[in-house]
């Protein structure tokens, strides 16, 4: 059983919590989006560039502006202001811990990024369920933490709905609107947030998913990019952990990118996706696929500080995310 740590934790250990929680830092979601674009333009006889470009030229866009705004969509959505949580006792809703207050780097929007490999089916009904706290395999300080501090709070569902010991300070209906894109046809039950400590977020398949066919059915360059956010290609991300050298991980590969999208690894990487076919609705499956990969080879960055384990886990990982990026845009391409 989990332990638990104290709400008087050192002001260091609520810092690495606030560094911890997201995933590939901004600038690395923005070089993964443009570094696929590059490929595709130097691989127009094996991806569909040219009807990416005809598209985006159509819209009235350069390919310079496009990547540009492509690559910062899908860096925002680690920005999202739409997950609210509210406290057990005060009811008071919050964007972020108090402590994340003043940093870009978190808030808990985050909590939609995973896919938890370790386990299996959730109880929404997907075949890998996301972050729940109570179904943790792997798990350190941080998560320990988060899950201390928001003990007994609960997702905000509106006014009307669930509230503390003082109230409902109820300012988004995260349940019933977050919650509910992102539920895509499964199970849920407002009760199912209503305590942090076992709260079932959904996988960031669904949410992937989600903006892909928001894209299909009104394309805009925004709606595409935040369907490129891809987390699952983060080991971390799918062993499922906020802790266990997360940071640290984040911010060599921020660092050491160049090293890590080499485009024959990408070619290599696109080997191991299967591509999406002109009709197809739902990348699920894709995202589950490059996310098996980030577990079946990443997990050694969780436990492994050393410079040559992250470069070799580096290597698979961010051509696999690039990978994806290509074959998401090779069907886009298609709608453009």
């Known amino acids: 059983m989990k332990g638990k740590v104290l709400a008087t934790c050192t002001a260091a250990l609520l810092t690495s919590v606030t560094m911890s929680a997201q995933a590939w830092w901004s600038k690395t979601h923005m070089n993964i989006v443009k570094d696929a674009v590059a490929y595709m333009a130097t691989h127009p006889s094996t ?12 819209a009235g866009y350069t390919m310079d502006q496009f990547t540009q705004v492509l690559a910062q969509s899908a860096s925002d959505v680690d ?13 008071e809703c919050e964007l972020a811990p108090i402590w994340g207050a003043t940093s870009s780097l ?3 929007t985050v909590y939609w990024h995973f896919q938890n490999h370790t386990q299996g089916p959730d109880v929404h009904g997907n075949p890998y369920g996301g972050y729940n706290y109570a179904k943790l395999t792997v798990w ?14 609960y ?11 003082f109230g409902d300070g109820s300012r988004y209906n995260s349940y019933g609107i977050t919650e509910a894109h992102y539920r895509m046809g499964g199970y849920s039950d407002v009760s199912m947030y ?4 076992q709260a079932p977020f959904q996988p960031i398949s669904n949410l992937l998913n989600y903006w892909f066919q928001q894209f299909l059915t009104q394309p805009t360059v925004q709606t595409l990019g935040y369907a490129l956010h891809c987390d699952q290609t983060q080991p971390h991300h799918v062993w499922t952990t906020s802790s266990l050298n997360h940071y640290g991980w984040e911010s060599w590969v921020d660092s050491n990118y160049n090293q890590l999208d080499d485009p024959n690894l990408v070619t290599q990487a696109l080997n191991d996706l299967t591509p999406l076919q002109p009709t197809d609705t739902d990348i699920r499956a894709l995202v589950t696929q490059s996310a098996d990969i980030a577990y079946a080879q990443g997990g050694l960055v969780l436990s492994s500080t050393d410079y040559n384990d992250r470069l070799k886990v580096g290597r698979i990982m961010i051509p696999h995310a690039i990978a994806y990026v290509v074959t998401v845009l090779n069907r886009a391409a298609l709608r453009l």
């Open 194 to 197: 209503n305590g942090f400590q």
């Open 79 to 91: 920005n999202f202001s739409d997950t609210y949580i509210c406290g057990a006792i005060t009811g």
């Open 155 to 165: 997702l905000d569902d509106g006014p009307g709905g669930l509230s503390g010991w």
């Open 106 to 108: 978190i808030n808990y």
């Open 140 to 153: 350190g300080s941080v998560d320990d933490l988060a899950a201390s501090w928001l003990y007994g709070d």
């Open 47 to 58: 991806t569909n560039y040219a009807q990416l470009q005809a598209g985006v030229e159509h």
